[in-house]
């Protein structure tokens, strides 16, 4: 199949993409790596009116230093946050989880602002950008704000971000103490079910992908975690969770799959 026809616009600033997306209104869909965007309109299950090309739009790459944490440009591409020596340093699980997104085709392509605003199900990065408690940047018409990613994720490919709102930058905070893990039918396929945990103060914050319509917390064991019981914390890696079934897996897998994936994110957590 091939996409419905579409306009294409590429912006050489911010400021132009965002008047684009005001021009062309709900018809139009930013386009970063195109990953994840492109096969959806060849299914034509999207079929944005009008494209816009962020491409085109110098300082939108790159890692930056801000003391607590680490700034890093929407259209970074999983290739470069993978390799970062400052990410590799100081927030290992998102280096390590960008070195194992799809395939290498998918990672010198995709971004990780492109990942992260279109939300989807079983993406690696919205999970762990939860657990580490991290935000995004974004702008609009109104200027610049930023969102934390408890307030991120709305829903099925759904964010809180305006439609005529950019995703900008990634802010991830310095912990070493944290690990992604997760369950495929291959090695390159999509997450049936993954767990990140991030471990600060003796307390963890915990996040699921696969197991709702977004990435959600796993409030239970988060508060059963004691600062050393992965086991017991991540038996309540479901409670509260209505893990979905289909063709891939039931619901109960999920659940299982959730308690033994948190135990695992838990204990590295914990070595680190």
């Known amino acids: 199949m091939i996409p419905t026809e579409f306009a294409y616009e590429r912006p050489a600033t911010v400021e132009e993409a965002v008047a684009l997306l005001e021009r062309h209104g709900d018809?139009?869909?930013p386009l970063a790596g195109g990953h994840s965007l492109v096969p959806m309109m060849k299914l034509r299950l999207a079929a944005p009116e009008a494209l816009i090309d962020l491409s085109g739009i110098p300082g939108l790459a790159g890692v930056?230093?801000?003391?607590p944490r680490i700034t890093v440009g929407a259209?970074?591409?999983?290739?470069?946050v993978a390799a970062d020596p400052m990410i590799m340093a100081?927030?290992?699980?998102?280096a390590e989880?960008?070195?194992n997104i799809g395939d290498r085709q998918v990672r010198s392509r995709?971004?990780?602002g492109g990942s992260l605003a279109h939300s989807d199900p079983h993406a690696d990065l919205p999970a762990v950008l939860l657990a580490l408690g991290g935000s995004v940047t974004v702008q609009g018409p109104s200027g610049r704000r930023e969102i934390a990613a408890d307030d991120l994720f709305v829903d099925l490919l759904t964010t809180s971000l305006a439609d005529d709102e950019i995703l900008i930058a990634v802010h991830l905070p310095r912990n070493r103490s944290a690990a992604y893990e997760k369950f495929a039918n291959r090695a390159q396929d999509w997450a049936m079910v993954g767990a990140a945990?991030?471990?600060s103060g003796g307390r963890a914050r915990i996040a699921l992908t696969g197991m709702a319509s977004h990435a959600v917390r796993a409030v239970a064991a988060e508060?059963?975690?004691d600062g050393s019981n992965a086991a017991a914390a991540a038996a309540k890696a479901a409670e509260g969770l209505s893990p979905p079934s289909d063709t891939a897996a039931s619901g109960e897998f999920r659940a299982h799959l959730a308690t033994v994936l948190v135990e695992r994110a838990l204990e590295a957590a914990m070595a680190r």
Do not use: K, L, N, W
Not at 90 to 94: D, K, T
């Open 97 to 99: 989880t960008a070195a």
């Open 110 to 112: 995709g971004t990780i």
């Open 75 to 80: 259209m970074t591409r999983h290739a470069d």
């Open 223 to 225: 508060q059963a975690f």
């Open 64 to 67: 930056r230093d801000e003391g």
């Open 27 to 29: 018809g139009a869909r």
């Open 197 to 199: 945990a991030a471990i």
């Open 90 to 94: 100081e927030c290992p699980v998102v």
